[in-house]
Structure formats: C-alpha cells, structure tokens
C-alpha cells in the first residue's frame, strides 16, 4: 500500500479535499496580487517640468543690447529658455551659466536647465511612489531597483522557506509566509521614504515562495492521482484569476497607498478565517518525518468529513507505509547510500551540457513571461485592461500544454512556443499609431500566450530529463538562474530612453535564441525517466521515435511534479537548490 492507496480509501474528490482545494486556491490567488502589485504602485506616469514663464530684461554692459521677452519650452526633465534678441549680439555671455551664442536681430539664445520639480498627469494613476517620491529623470532607475529588490527577495526566500517547509512542515511555512506578505504589504503603505518601501518588498519578496510553492504542493498532496492534473491546473487558473483581480481593484483605488493596503487585507483575512489549527498538517509530510500517530488522526478526520469508514487494520499498514517510505527515501539517494548535490550535475558531459542549456532556457521563458507582463501596462490602451488581458490568456496556457506536449512531444511545442513569442516581440516594435497600435497590442498578448505556456513546458520538460538523484537539484539551479534573469530584467526598460523598441527586442532575441537551444535537448515523451547519472548517461536520448497518442505520460510526469519537486525545499538533504517560479 502506498500514500495513494489511503486517498482511494478516503475518496477522490470529498468533502475534505474539496475544503482545502478551495482554502489553497484562496492562498494562491492573493499571490500575484503582492508580485505584480509595484506594476500600479510603482507605474509610470506622463510628467512635465514644473516652472514658471519669466519675463526679464538682460543688458550686456559692453554692447549695451537688450534681451528681452523670455519664454520657455518644457519637457520630462528639461526646462529651455528662448530670449529674443533684439540687435545684433556677437559672443552674448551670460554669467549665469547660459551658453555662448553668435546672435543675429531676431534671434535666439537658449538656456537649458534641469527640472527640480514636475507635474503629473492624473489620467490614470492618482498616485504613485514615483510621482510621491519623483522617481523620474536622473531618479529613474530607482523604480527598477524597487522590481529588483522584489526579486531578489524571491531568490533568497525560496530556498530557506523550502528548508523550513521541509523541516518543519508545511503549514508553518504557509502561515509564515502570509503572515510577512500581510505584515509587510501594511508596512509598505506606511513608508515613509524609498528606502523603507524597498526593505518592505524584500520582504514581501522572500514570502512570495512559501505561498507559491509551498501551497500549491499542499494542495496537491491531498489529491488523488485521478485528479491530480486537473486540480493543478485549477490551482493554477486561480493565480491567473488572481492577476485579473488586481488590475480591476488598481482600476477603483488609483492611490498607491490604499492599492497597498487593500491587497494586503487578503493574505491577512485568511490567517484570521483559517487559523494554524484548523487546516491539517500534509499527510505526506507527516509519514516522511515518521509522525504516523498524527497522520493517523488526520486521516480519521478527512474519513469522518467524507463519511468513509476505515477499518483499524487500514492504520497498522500506514506504520508499514512509513517504513517502506523510509527505505525508498534512502534507496532514491542512490545505490551507494550517498548524498547528491550541485556538483554532480557537471560530473558528465551530456549532464553538463543539458544542464547549461536548461538554465538558459529557464531564464529566457521567465525574461519574457515577467518581462511582457510588466509591459503590459505601457501598451497602447488602458493599462488596466491591458494588464488583465495579460492575466486572461494565462489560462488557455496553462491548458493548452496538457494536449500539445501528449500529440508532439516536448521539444518541438517548446519551440514552437518560443518562436511565435519572439516573432509577437518583434513585431511590437513596429512604430505604428492611431488605431493600427491595438494591433500591436493584441500581437503582444499573443507574445504572452506562448511565453507563459513555454514556462509551464519547460518546467515539465526539465523534471523529465534529469535523473532521480538530482532531479531536485537540477530544477533548483534553473530556477534560481531563471530568478537572477528576473532581478536583471527591469533596468533594460532604462533603456527605452534611448531606444523605445529595447525591452520587445532584448525579450525577443533572448527567447529566440532559447528556442534555438531548445532542439539540441533531448526529447523525453514516452521515455523512461533515468533513475541514477548511469542510466542517465546510457539512454538513447538521440531515438526520436513516433509519438503515440499517450495521454498517461504528461500526466505522469505531473504527478511526479507535483509530490517530488514543487514543494520540496531548494536544498535537498544533499545541499542542492531546487525549485521556484
């Protein structure tokens, strides 16, 4: 008897599981709002030089000409001042910085200054930190460093939630992680200064991945096999509806401030509705540590909400269950006993060398799936609706790789998919306007179709090609590559000042490229997934043989997904990072 033998006892989609489907969708649906939330909250808004009009006379005291009549042109970070000459001026200087100009009757000489202050359109956006705090200009690049830090909170989060979830449950790691998501979102209304607001959304940051992964693998451990994918991927769809969510409350509350306080009452409101005893510790969690006697009385709990009736002889084979588990948990470190860790994913050439081509390919996917996200705003249109539509297509992406990567395999729609995202990029680069702009906008989205489908494939792509003994580890080294991509990503929006198209062109080469690189990797459908480097090493990765209509294979492949690598902590017991979104 294994784990899913007690889940066929208790039902495949009973009262209990359907209550903690329902507090797990719940949880992960208040994840984007505080990933996407600096999206509005730290938006960017049109702006122009705030300054007076100064009419004033000059005398050159050796010419004794005149100047007269000053006017001025603003921009977003200029000021420039026309005088009118009215006689000829020859080498005009002007002590107070202006320049030096040969001026003939009728001319005029210009002094360009920087702005100290500036006035902000109220179209969209009431308030934000950078119209609070003039984030523009020479400041700019402090808005980016606000996504970077968010990121960088994620990097560090992930893997020391995954240790915790690990050590000491899943639970703890889910409470933790709301609480600090709430606590800190508070907190980031209250800053009273940039610096503040960017120690808030580190924090926020490092909580993200408790409520990522952490909750949609608790979620998933309470699910039968035969509702495994599709409780997935409604987990999944939850997080989508949680994007769409936030556009349409940013749309209502325009003040950043209140946005902010308003996205942190959720995680808060299911602390205090769902309270640390009232959800069950994972089952699964409980068996690995050896806690039978409390999985026991879970177990009894979910048979009386579901009315099922467990014999007394079903709990002495779940103290069997827990020492076949720990004797596989020890053979899964490999025949010798050892323990694996990063370096063994550079101990052969083949791993090598799919190793360095996956964690570019992670780190592409996610360039371009974060990257057309936070664009999504500057598009032509509404931002709001824009962002919503970015969060919409999410859905048939999430779907569509259950079909395609079953009736072609995995490399060749992962190819697909980054071609038809990058030829979306290019294509929004064309300068257009009026209503031709729209165009460009839905080719956009089209761009955020495939690249959110790409990352949902790969991440299937990549649990089936490394073997058992490092599987964990190899998904964690991508992630956290995919990770450092993310922190990377907002400073080339700085460089729109210089050329507008940048961001569409860096995100279009670089997942071009990655869907070059995806064709040298091996194609697993179908495959039998290598246990240890050995057979990893002997398979006959280059037999490319006919894909048949196979729907038990994907749906393996997420099971395994789902118990081994999305809740795991990103360092196994051995010392390798593993996964995060």
Known sequence: MDFDDILEHLGKSGRFQRKIFVINAAMLFTFPMMLFAQVFTCADVQHTCEASVQQYSMDDSSNNNTLNNAYRHTSECFIRYYKTALSNVSQYNISTGYNTAELQNGTSIADTSTCSKWTYSTQYYVSTTVTEWDLVCDDKWLKQLAFSILYLGMLIGAPTLGSISDRHGRLVTIYVSLFLQSLFGFLTALSPNLIVFLVCQFVVGFAVPGILLTA??????WTHPAKRATVGNMLAVSCAMGHMTLSLIAYFIRDWRILQTTISILPALLCLLYPLR???????????????????VII???????KKHLPNS????????????????????????????VLDLCRTRKLRLVTINTM??????????????????????NPY??????????IPAMLAPIYVLNRWGRVKPIFAFCMVCAVACFIATIPVG??????????????????????????????????????NIGIGVCCSCARIGTIVLP????????????????????????????????????????????????????????????????????????????????????GGPTSSV
Request: proline share 4%.
């Open 434 to 471: 009026g209503e031709f702009s729209y165009f460009i906008t839905a080719v956009a989205m089209v761009g955020k179709f495939t690249a959110a489908a790409g990352f949902w494939s790969i991440y299937i792509h990549t649990s089936e090609m490394y073997p058992t003994v490092v599987r």
């Open 314 to 341: 079903f709990f002495y084979s779940c103290r069997q269950l827990h020492q076949v588990s720990t004797a596989e948990k020890i053979k899964s470190n490999g025949n010798d006993g050892r323990k694996y860790n």
């Open 385 to 394: 609706v824009n962002f919503c539509l970015s969060g919409l297509v999410e």
């Open 216 to 221: 949609y693998a608790y979620g998933i451990e």
């Open 278 to 296: 009232v959800l069950p510790e994972s089952p699964r969690w409980l068996l690995s540590h050896g806690h039978v006697n409390e999985m026991n």
């Open 491 to 574: 400073y080339t929006f700085l460089l729109t000042d210089i050329f507008e198209p940048f961001p569409y062109i860096f995100i279009g080469v670089i997942i071009c490229s990655s869907g070059i690189f995806v064709l040298f990797l091996p194609e697993t459908v179908n495959k039998t997934l290598p246990s240890t480097i050995e057979e990893f090493e002997q398979t006959d990765w280059t037999s490319r043989e006919p894909v048949k209509k196979v729907v038990k294979t994907l749906s393996t492949s997420e099971k395994y997904l789902a118990e081994n690598i999305v809740w795991k902590s990103d360092y196994n017991s051995g």
């Open 300 to 306: 009894q709990k979910a048979a009386a909400a579901n």
């Open 360 to 381: 570019y390919n992670w780190l592409a996917v996610t360039v371009a799936y974060y990257g057309l996200s936070i664009l999504s705003t500057s598009m032509a249109g």
